[in-house]
């Protein structure tokens, strides 16, 4: 296997994800909509946003910590975003004759939009951001949401595969598109599910953010791939995968194109990444087949983690990409990292002391245990319909 994005990605042969059909919000937003393979949608075009909404708010300010380096963005427009709201009041639901919603269509499969109070955005355009003791600039960047389906009360875990490959082409579409805007240094696409994680709104959704720096976990990765490379001759994530693999014990499923495992020093009780078998830098540099097979392995392993505890788990599944214009980029792979703080049926584990002020973690579940309860679970679900 090449170590190099564009030799992989050239022996590949990466397709192009479905196109959205693009529309405008009340305030100026942009809006695009996505739809399943099998829906017909050729004469569909965005309605129009009958709202009257206010402007858009200025961006955000970054603030360096110059004690570590990091970028804090402070979005003061967001404190008043709104907070878990009753069903008939969400605005993630398709608009009725008597409600109008975010999504303006009367129904609809997936639906990306940008964030009405974004952390970064929404201008984008290069800048250089200096490291003087008191320096703030804009918060450039782009924040947008993703609706899984315009059923309120699914989770993700409920959709069938066909709409779970749908929101894998809109994941790799926006990658690809956002990464090209001026002044992103990366793409992450995520999702909070759960009260327990803070999530302001219960309908099935997710975010895709667009940094304007390289955020602190990718600089440190990057940091252990130069010196692993440096060291080895050899690609970090590749030897980590192989590693993985030649064990076996924490290896959940193995696919054509994916392997699903809790990494060998997980700090969450529930952890477990999916990597590409392949070497490749981000969602949209995936194959059709390989989109069509992360769409499954996803699905299976969303319902798994569901089917760990009688009621559902909270949990953070954040796809980490490689960032657009660093260096170093080639050496970091596309992996998703999935991660619980519930323990046990009735506990969560608090980041207290040592993690919170540290970032030294105490594991309270070995990863064995839980790549083996993972594996029991999924194939407890492997007859749930698609």
Known sequence: MSDTVADTEQQAGAGTPRQPVRGSMADGRE???????????????????????????PAAELRRDALTGEWVSFAAH????????????CPLCASTADRSTEIAAADYDVVVFENRFPSFGPHQQDQVLGTGLGATFPAHGRCEVIAFGAAHDD???????ERARTVVDAWAQRTGELSALPGIEQVFAFENRGAQIGVTLHHPHGQIYSYPYIPPRTLAQLEQARNHRAGTGRNLMQDVLDFEIADGSRIVEHGEHFTVFVPFAARMPIEV?????????????????ERAELAEVYLRLIRGVDALYSTPTPYIAAWFQAPTRHPDAGEL???????????????????AGSEAAMGAFIGDVTPESTAARLRDAIQSVKGTPA
């Not at 809006?31 to 075009?45: E, Q, T, V």
């Not at 989770?155 to 595969?161: A, W």
């Not at 990444?273 to 087949?289: E, K």
């Open 78 to 89: 967001r404190q008043t975003r709104t907070h878990l709201p009753p069903a008939d009041e």
């Open 273 to 289: 990444h999916i990597v590409p078998n392949r070497h490749v830098a981000d969602l949209a540099g995936l194959t059709a087949a």
């Open 155 to 161: 989770s993700f875990g409920d959709l069938p595969v």
């Open 333 to 351: 792979r596309l992996h998703l990292q999935l991660t619980s703080p519930r323990r046990a049926e009735d506990k969560l584990k608090y980041l």
């Open 31 to 57: 809006i695009l909509y996505f739809f399943d393979a099998s829906h017909r949608h050729g004469d569909f075009a965005a309605p129009a946003d009958q709202r009257t909404l206010p402007g858009r708010p």
